[in-house]
């Protein structure tokens, strides 16, 4: 008795009931999601679980997309704010150093407040309403002022008798004006 070995099956096992339908959908489903999902819906055979779940995939790609663009154009337009704001305090404490010369020349003295005044009598400049600007007392010295304006990285920008700069820190004092 011969026994004949048995051939083993070398074959690849085919995916049972995949068509030429199913790969065009496919295709449609990876280049047109939208004529893909249609064709999807409307000539292949499979199971509604399936179809729902490629739906869902196919919909919410493009949602997530849209929300990281909005996300990233957010904080870009937050960073062009920002930065308009401190161009707009930077042009305010030259304007208030403008104001002060002109104070200075019709007076022979600065103007003096012992805190952040609405405006400088003889100028047609009003100060602006901004919570991050502030004023140094210099009541006692008439030939001295110092104003300030916090920016959004932590910097200040500084208008005074030495003239106009940028500080690293807030400054407390006339002396802290001096060195700009």
Not at 86 to 107: M, P, S, W
Not at 136 to 152: G, R, S
Request: net charge negative; with cysteine.
């Amino acid at each position: 008795m011969d026994q004949q070995p048995q051939s083993l099956n070398t074959q690849t096992p085919s995916l049972k009931g995949w068509g030429a339908r199913d790969t065009i959908v496919l295709i449609f489903l990876i280049l047109f999601p939208i004529i893909g999902l249609i064709l999807m819906w409307a000539i292949t055979q499979w199971d509604k679980k399936v179809k729902l779940i490629v739906t869902a995939v196919i919909v919410l790609i493009p949602l997530l997309v849209i929300a990281f663009l909005s996300l990233v154009v957010t904080t870009s337009l937050n960073s062009a704010r920002e930065d308009a704001q401190d161009a707009r305090k930077d042009i305010d404490v030259r304007q208030i150093l403008i104001a002060q010369e002109l104070y200075y020349g019709q007076h022979g003295q600065y103007y003096r407040a012992a805190q952040y005044p609405s405006d400088i009598p003889g100028t047609s400049f009003t100060m602006p309403i901004d919570p991050s600007f502030g004023w140094i007392d210099n009541t006692q010295d008439p030939e001295k002022f110092c104003v300030y304006a916090a920016l959004q990285n932590d910097t200040y920008f500084i208008a005074s008798h030495s003239g106009y700069g940028q500080l690293s820190q807030q400054p407390r004092t006339l002396l802290d004006c001096e060195n700009l």
